[in-house]
């Protein structure tokens, strides 16, 4: 469309600024882009009416299988995804997996993970954040989402984002409750149940990847190469 | 980063003529286009979403004062601090003041446009502080001392042998080609960058003002790494970041990643609120915003305003047939593509830019894939206009508008003139009703012929039926 010539200023509202510093004073860098913002807005409404009623955009719809819609989608990011019917199965199934990628029997593990039969399996487990030396990294998660095969975890003080990110192997362990329809199914639940918002909510779609060198995805960047999944229940 | 965008019709003649680009801008071209065609195929109604992210965009451009204000107060609630720079200048006082309070002798960078924008590693380093590019695309490029070339995959312009020529280069080992090998190399090299920096340097894809956390969308885990290990985090980013809720920001992650790389979702989205809490296992004890401006501000409420909405996915620039044949280096400033041509005038000035809202079709391309509805070509339009108001066009350009515009506005000298040149232009082209070339336009004609004027005008032609019965 062509429009007749205007200057850039014309359309501005001309509300006062009303963030003025005293006279006298040099007004602050966040004073002058402050006030220069107040004096283009167009609308008064309360932002916090929004934030109490949050808006929830057009989604795809809710699935009638979480956990093969789920599996389908993670498979599907490069992660690999095995079932067990109870926690009492996890050890095996994290035995077997290490042993079928041929990788040592060490991992360390969030502190929830402490009651589980590891020896019994012969696996050597620690329960402290994993460092950059250590092979595998086992975490459970905050909730999972089907729409896209994503993992939701939170950082705490038994849940360290260490051991999701600097070792080689990220095991996960995800009981099938804690699968969600969508993204914001997933804020929602965590917006009941966190006493105090944690530092870092972290969303792991598969391994780590990068497509840098001649848009060629190559999966193992800075973080994971492995992303094994653990989905628990019946 | 400088501001080069004056020279673009010499670079975009250089990168016409380098068969290496070629090569890699087709590659590149095939694979977001396609990419992203497909992904947004996942998403049932994939326009009612882009509508629903443009109403997002534009409730906080309305207000943006009142956001910015709620997500500083759920951010210091948090214990983040928060900072507002004006232009680069102040966001290089600000952050070699942090630096410098908290004893910084390393830091790890996870991409960032804005810090390009603003020449942020030229200041840190002045100030003695090492910098290390993370992102497996911004460390070829800091080893090779060039610019990135797209705002998404910013090393696009380079195979994988100059690569490969680059690692054996700096790190001293055998060279390899292999795609895998070079990435493992790569990450080699900056694991121990990580454990050792005392600061994380970010950028933000959103500022979510309900939580007053930082949104960082990554794949390659370097943005998890540098703002988790360092004991301060600093993140760097435009005043028009900001979204209002969670759900706003889900909606705008199912086209941000789509959009880019054609991806449902990135590996990595990180939502990040304030400083490491009492029993809290890892994470930075300090957590800076520093909110840039840089002309920003001044857009709101003009004709331009609409390109605050953008959210860098670069999906204009990948359908762009400008782009697709010159690449980014050519656009001379951080922002290459249709959203760059708008955004450098616009904050870099519009005589330091020129050529840029003019190295565009006007195809229309651009605006039909923004995820948020942004009618780039009308703002290209737009800025053409504000040129040739303020004198910035070349005078002979100028000029002949103006002997143009003469002509128009007077009928009848329109139509005889038209008469003329429609008798002139046949008598030129002969017998084959084919010109081939014309005084002054050499260039023009070197590729293709122009059809000759079927004899009269259609407004003598109109005019002659008219008259009969
Ligand atoms: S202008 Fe639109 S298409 Fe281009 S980068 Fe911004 S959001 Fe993406």
């Known amino acids: 469309m062509v429009r007749p010539p205007r200057s850039a200023g014309a359309r501005r509202r001309n509300l006062p600024c009303r963030l003025g510093a005293p006279p006298g004073q040099t007004m602050s860098a966040r004073e002058r882009i402050l006030g220069r913002l107040a004096a283009a807005r167009r609308d008064d409404t309360p932002v916090a009416a929004r934030v109490e009623n949050p808006v929830r955009g057009p989604a795809t719809p809710h699935c009638s299988d979480p956990a093969s819609r789920f599996t389908e989608r993670a498979r599907q990011l490069a992660s690999t995804v095995a079932r067990v019917a109870d926690f009492s199965a996890v050890p095996a199934e994290v035995a077997r997996y290490l042993d079928a990628e041929g990788l040592p029997r060490r991992l360390a593990a969030w502190p929830e993970f402490a009651k589980l039969a590891w020896q019994a399996v012969g696996i050597e487990a620690v329960f402290r954040p994993a460092g950059a030396d250590d092979p595998v990294g086992l975490t459970g998660v905050f909730a999972a989402i089907c729409e896209t095969g994503t993992l939701m975890v939170t950082s705490g003080e038994g849940t360290p984002a260490t051991t999701s990110l600097l070792p080689e192997t990220h095991i996960a362990v995800v009981p099938v409750q804690r699968l969600v329809p969508t993204l914001e199914d997933a804020f929602a639940l965590l917006r009941r149940e966190a006493a105090i918002w944690p530092r870092a909510v972290n969303l792991i779609s598969g391994p780590s990847r990068t497509a840098d060198i001649e848009q060629t995805v190559t999966l193992g960047a800075h973080g994971p190469y492995r992303v094994h999944i653990i989905l628990v229940g019946p | ?469």
């Open chain 2, 1 to 469: 980063m400088e501001v080069k965008a004056v020279e673009f019709v010499r670079k975009a003649h250089e990168a016409l003529h380098n068969p290496r680009l070629q090569e890699a801008l087709r590659r590149t071209e095939a694979k977001f286009v396609q990419g992203r065609r497909e992904a947004l195929r996942h998403l049932e109604d994939p326009d009612a979403v882009r509508r629903h992210a443009t109403a997002i965009r534009d409730t906080v451009l309305r207000q943006l004062d009142a956001w910015l204000i709620h997500f500083e107060r759920q951010a210091q609630a948090r214990g983040a601090t928060v900072h507002w720079a004006e232009d680069g200048r102040e966001v290089a006082r600000i952050l070699t003041d942090i630096a410098r309070r908290h004893g910084v002798r390393k830091a790890v960078k996870s991409k960032s446009m804005v810090s390009e924008e603003v020449g942020l590693n030229a200041a840190l380093e002045a100030a003695g502080v090492q910098v290390v590019e993370t992102d497996l695309g911004e460390y070829i490029l800091q080893l090779a001392e060039e610019p990135p070339s797209h705002i998404v995959a910013p090393v696009l312009h380079k195979t994988r042998d100059e690569i490969a020529d680059l690692f054996a280069r700096h790190h001293g080992r055998p060279r390899k080609t292999d795609t895998a090998a070079l990435t493992r190399e790569a990450r080699e090299f900056l694991r121990p960058h990580f454990l050792s920096a005392d600061m994380g340097i970010s950028g933000a894809n959103f500022l979510v003002a309900e939580t007053g956390s930082v949104l960082i969308v990554t794949n390659e885990g370097n943005g998890r790494l540098a703002t988790t290990l360092p004991r301060v985090h600093v993140a760097i980013t435009g005043i028009e970041k900001v979204v209002p809720t969670l759900e706003d920001a889900a909606t705008l992650l199912r086209l941000l990643p789509r959009s880019a790389t054609g991806q449902d979702i990135t590996n990595y989205v990180s939502l990040l609120t304030g400083t490491k809490q009492a029993g809290d296992a890892d994470g930075p004890e300090h957590f800076h915003i520093i909110l840039l401006d840089n002309g920003r501000s001044r857009l709101l409420g003009s004709e331009l305003e609409p390109i605050l909405r953008c959210i860098r996915c670069g999906a204009c620039m990948n359908h762009c047939p400008v782009y697709q044949s010159v690449g980014g280096h050519a656009y001379g400033w951080v922002y290459p593509g249709p959203m760059g041509s708008i955004l450098t005038p616009l904050l870099a000035g519009l005589e330091r830019a020129t050529p840029l809202p003019n190295a565009s079709t006007l195809c229309g391309r651009c605006a039909e894939v923004c995820p948020v509805n942004i009618p780039l070509a009308d703002l290209l339009r737009e800025l053409r206009h504000v040129q040739q108001v303020r004198g910035l066009r070349p005078r002979l350009e100028t000029l002949s508008l103006r002997l143009w515009r003469a002509l128009v506005l007077r009928p009848r000298l329109y139509h005889a003139v038209m008469g003329m040149a429609a008798w002139l232009l046949t008598r030129l082209a002969g017998a084959r009703g084919r010109l081939c070339r014309l005084p002054g336009a050499a260039g023009w004609f070197a590729h293709r012929d122009l059809p000759a004027p079927a004899g009269e005008t259609f407004l003598a032609a109109w005019a002659r039926r008219r008259g009969k019965p």
